[in-house]
């Protein structure tokens, strides 16, 4: 748990991301990230890398033309949208259980128009390169979409790798899947439920939100727990990428203890 305080300003920072790494987890389906170091110091004095991934990596943000044709890339998104201030829920979940519009009932007066919202399940330190973290994780319904889509929300946020229950996406019977083969059959085992019954869309709730231009943002991770049930500001920036479908973030909290901060003015300096 980390707190980083600015001495001058007492401002406090808080990390909320995962490292962004080669042998990264990464979801079944998608390519690793692969690194070159083609300028290294013992050779050249400089070091210099390039790489090749897929931006759906570690924490990241999804622009509404990920599932929406036409829509907006990540660098048309407004400035505003990665910045500003909102507030963490704490909905702990189990194994392939849904967030719900009456999880977040509870959180009438809490979440406000314009909020950034980032939501712990707890399931953040399960991250790792497992069926668990990726196959067994909870998801949104889309009642609960449509509940922040109600409170006009700009930015969502969840510590899982995908918005909707895994069963809902490609790692299951959808798309070009399953990309878990496993999956299904075991959630038949264990539930006696039919995967492809309960879960008949696909990513249904995060489409929504795409759809009503509320970029999201996946595997939310680091001190997470330091911020939640708080109200802090929150940061998000991604490339200036006008047909970026996603983006790597580096999500941090900013907290003002003492309420001393404020925003340069813009004074001129000439």
Same mark, same amino acid.
């Given at each position: 748990?980390?707190?980083?305080?600015?001495?001058?300003?007492?401002?406090?920072?808080?990390?909320?991301?995962?490292?962004?790494?080669?042998?990264?987890?990464?979801? &079944?389906?998608?390519?690793?990230?692969?690194?070159?170091?083609?300028?290294?110091?013992?050779?050249?004095?400089?070091?210099?890398?390039?790489?090749?991934?897929?931006?759906?990596?570690?924490?990241? !943000?999804?622009?509404?033309?990920?599932?929406?044709?036409?829509?907006?890339?990540?660098?048309?998104?407004?400035?505003?949208?990665?910045?500003?201030?909102?507030?963490?829920?704490?909905?702990?979940?189990?194994?392939?259980?849904?967030?719900?519009?009456?999880?977040?009932?509870?959180?009438?007066?809490?979440?406000?128009?314009?909020?950034? !919202?980032?939501?712990?399940?707890?399931?953040?330190?399960?991250?790792?390169?497992?069926?668990?973290?990726?196959?067994?994780? &909870?998801?949104?319904? !889309?009642?609960?979409?449509?509940?922040?889509?109600?409170?006009?929300?700009?930015?969502?946020?969840?510590?899982?790798?995908?918005?909707?229950?895994?069963?809902?996406?490609?790692?299951?019977?959808?798309?070009?899947?399953?990309?878990?083969?496993?999956?299904?059959?075991?959630?038949?085992?264990?539930?006696?439920?039919?995967?492809?019954?309960?879960?008949?869309?696909?990513?249904?709730?995060?489409?929504?939100?795409?759809?009503?231009?509320? &970029?999201?943002?996946?595997? !939310?991770?680091?001190?997470?727990?330091?911020?939640?049930?708080?109200?802090?500001?929150?940061?998000?920036?991604?490339?200036?990428?006008?047909?970026?479908?996603?983006?790597?973030?580096?999500?941090?909290?900013?907290?003002?203890?003492?309420?001393?901060?404020?925003?340069?003015?813009?004074?001129?300096?000439?």
């Amino acid at each position: 748990m980390t707190i980083r305080t600015e001495p001058e300003t007492g401002l406090q920072y808080v990390e909320l991301s995962h490292p962004w790494h080669h042998n990264q987890p990464v979801l &079944p389906g998608l390519d690793e990230l692969i690194l070159y170091r083609s300028v290294n110091h013992a050779k050249h004095g400089v070091m210099s890398q390039k790489f090749k991934t897929t931006f759906h990596t570690s924490t990241h !943000v999804n622009a509404p033309i990920h599932l929406v044709s036409g829509a907006k890339g990540v660098g048309e998104i407004p400035l505003e949208t990665f910045w500003g201030t909102g507030v963490v829920l704490s909905i702990p979940k189990q194994q392939w259980e849904l967030i719900t519009a009456d999880d977040l009932s509870v959180f009438e007066g809490v979440v406000q128009a314009d909020d950034i !919202v980032l939501i712990n399940t707890g399931w953040h330190k399960r991250y790792s390169d497992s069926q668990d973290y990726f196959g067994h994780s &909870p998801g949104l319904s !889309v009642e609960a979409a449509q509940w922040f889509i109600d409170k006009k929300i700009k930015l969502l946020g969840v510590d899982t790798p995908q918005v909707d229950h895994p069963l809902a996406t490609s790692l299951a019977e959808h798309r070009n899947g399953p990309t878990m083969k496993r999956l299904a059959p075991e959630y038949e085992r264990t539930t006696g439920r039919n995967a492809k019954g309960d879960f008949p869309d696909w990513v249904p709730a995060h489409r929504l939100l795409l759809q009503n231009d509320i &970029p999201t943002i996946e595997n !939310v991770g680091g001190d997470l727990d330091v911020v939640t049930e708080r109200r802090c500001t929150f940061h998000a920036m991604p490339w200036r990428w006008n047909e970026g479908d996603a983006c790597v973030v580096r999500l941090m909290a900013l907290m003002d203890p003492e309420g001393r901060y404020q925003v340069e003015s813009g004074q001129t300096t000439a």
